[in-house]
């Protein structure tokens, strides 16, 4: 069975937890330091660095200063810096201050530069234009014809 490993140096470096390729977590992992994550998380990440290798995959949110990544990861990044490596396979949204993606990087999602991403809720953000969506659909559901010429658009259809 693996175990997470952690390093401490001096008071001045981080401490790294490594999670290796055979362990597979299912729930939320705090670090005060750097995770190198190796093996497989489905729950949300909250460190200072998170590196997600090759053969990791998270299923899950990720929260950190820098997150780089190599593998795979369904759901959405809050850090100040962002690595995409042309290795990774990224579906999900991405809100960060800087964004780096290396030529040929699948990623499926959006991204959203951001002054200070550790401090967005993008939950909070995400039922806000839904709320608006829906007034303003009601609104125009309520309005009453106009009088003059109305000219409607085709429906467009699917093939």
């Known amino acids: 069975m693996d175990t997470v490993s952690t390093r401490t140096g001096d008071s001045s470096s981080l401490s790294i937890s490594t999670i ?3 362990l597979a977590i299912t729930g939320n992992v705090t670090s005060k330091g750097e995770l190198q994550l190796n093996g497989q998380i489905r729950g949300d990440i909250d460190c200072i660095a998170l590196v997600v290798g090759e053969n990791a995959r998270l299923e899950g949110n990720a929260v950190a200063e820098d997150v780089t990544i190599r593998g795979r990861l369904i759901g959405s990044v809050r850090a100040l810096r962002v690595t995409l490596q042309s290795t990774s396979h990224v579906a999900g949204n991405l809100y960060h201050r800087h964004l780096s993606l290396e030529q040929g990087t699948p990623f499926e999602g959006e991204s959203h530069p951001l002054e200070d991403p550790l401090s967005f809720a993008p939950e909070a953000q995400a039922s806000k234009p839904q709320s608006n969506q829906n007034v303003h659909s009601d609104a125009v ?4 014809p106009a009088k003059g010429f109305l ?3 085709p429906e467009s259809r699917s093939a």
Do not use: V
């Not at 559901?141 to 009453?144: D, G, L, M, Q």
């Open 141 to 144: 559901k309520k309005r009453e």
């Open 20 to 22: 290796g390729e055979d």
């Open 151 to 153: 000219k409607s658009l």
